[in-house]
């Protein structure tokens, strides 16, 4: 029977077998599952792992601090930072197509991983390759991706389709046959802080594809604003584990018409897409209390000048995905 204690006792067995004496990077995105995918593999091969976290400037307000203090405090890993935020947002210029989007930031992730390769293998004293990449792909990942058995390839799910050919690390996946639960329990087991365990899952492509249009500097800072705005009342609410996932969407080439103080504006419409899920696979939209939802627009409205409208999804998945691109 399946717990979380024989997970961790059966994964840890399996990655010291599959790893050896090499030396293992893993990618950590800022989310829960490469987090207890990089914890389950601190705890099997202690210092031969070096995590790597690549700043590609798509996260969310206060994401890079969480990975680089809170995560390091819980679990003693080397970690190596990457400011990589020119570089992405160079590659992702004038580009709005969203797969194209999934492709370039899979294909520069993995070069910067590339990288830090190299820089882990010159620091290392005793030059053990690094052989092995960790990622924490889930169940849901593998089966959207057409990983499973006679599913659909509905999106390119960065970590799983688009993976460049040239890719030279072997693959670590102790997560890939759990849902999400199973592995907010798992990391809970490996005593993960619950900031990091309970958190919201969050996109490999992050804020790029949240954005409807080009990616640009100020873009992200707009959408970051807000989002911002629905985190904070949404956990003054009370309703952080009611909600799975709640997706703050800037539909940055619309414009609508308003009206503040004295003067018209012309602004971008904010979509908040709260929704409710066991595993992503299936999605109901989240009903928010209206006094809630009021706080949220009243605030982005005030808060976020190039913002004069907020709508709500109201759309399950299927027919609509949880995320917009
Ligand atoms: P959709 O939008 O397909 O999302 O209903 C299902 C779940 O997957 C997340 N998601 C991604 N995660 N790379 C990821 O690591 C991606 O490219 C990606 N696209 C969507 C989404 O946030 C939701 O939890």
């Given at each position: 029977t399946w717990t979380s204690v024989n997970i961790v006792d059966e994964q840890v067995e399996r990655i010291r077998e599959q790893v050896g004496d090499a030396r293992v990077i893993c990618a950590l995105s800022g989310g829960v599952d490469s987090a207890v995918a990089g914890a389950l593999v601190q705890r099997a091969i202690g210092d031969q792992l070096t995590c790597v976290f690549v700043d590609?400037?798509?996260?969310?307000?206060?994401e890079a601090e969480q990975v680089e203090q809170d995560f390091v405090a819980s679990t003693g890993v080397t970690l190596k930072v990457v400011d990589a935020v020119d570089r992405f947002l160079g590659h992702l210029d004038g580009v709005s197509d969203p797969e194209e989007k999934r492709k370039i930031i899979g294909r520069e992730f993995i070069r910067v991983f590339e990288q830090a390769e190299r820089e882990v293998v010159e620091a290392a004293p005793e030059g053990q390759p690094v052989r092995f990449l960790v990622q924490g792909t889930l169940y849901p990942d593998v089966v959207e991706s057409?990983?499973?058995?006679?599913?659909?390839?509905?999106?390119?799910h960065h970590n799983v389709?688009?993976?460049?050919?040239?890719?030279?690390f072997g693959l670590i996946?102790?997560?890939?046959?759990?849902f999400k639960d199973e592995v907010r329990e798992v990391g809970r087991q490996l005593g993960l802080p619950a900031g990091i365990v309970e958190r919201h899952p969050f996109p490999g492509p992050g804020l790029a594809i949240r954005i409807v249009g080009s990616v640009d500097a100020d873009r992200l800072r707009i959408l970051r604003a807000a989002d911002k705005i629905v985190r904070e009342e949404t956990t003054r609410a009370g309703l952080d584990a009611e909600i799975w996932q709640f997706p703050v969407v800037l539909l940055a080439d619309v414009h609508s018409v308003g009206v503040q103080g004295d003067g018209r504006t012309y602004g971008h419409p904010i979509v908040l897409r709260p929704v409710t899920s066991e595993d992503a696979m299936t999605a109901d939209w989240g009903r928010l209390p209206y006094d809630v939802l009021e706080r949220m627009s009243t605030r982005i409205t005030n808060e976020v000048d190039e913002v004069n409208r907020v709508v709500l999804d109201v759309t399950s998945k299927p027919p609509g995905t949880i995320e917009w691109e």
């Open positions: 590609h400037g798509l996260l969310r307000e206060g057409g990983g499973g058995e006679g599913a659909a390839n509905i999106k390119s389709g688009g993976l460049p050919e040239d890719l030279e996946e102790p997560l890939r046959t759990l």
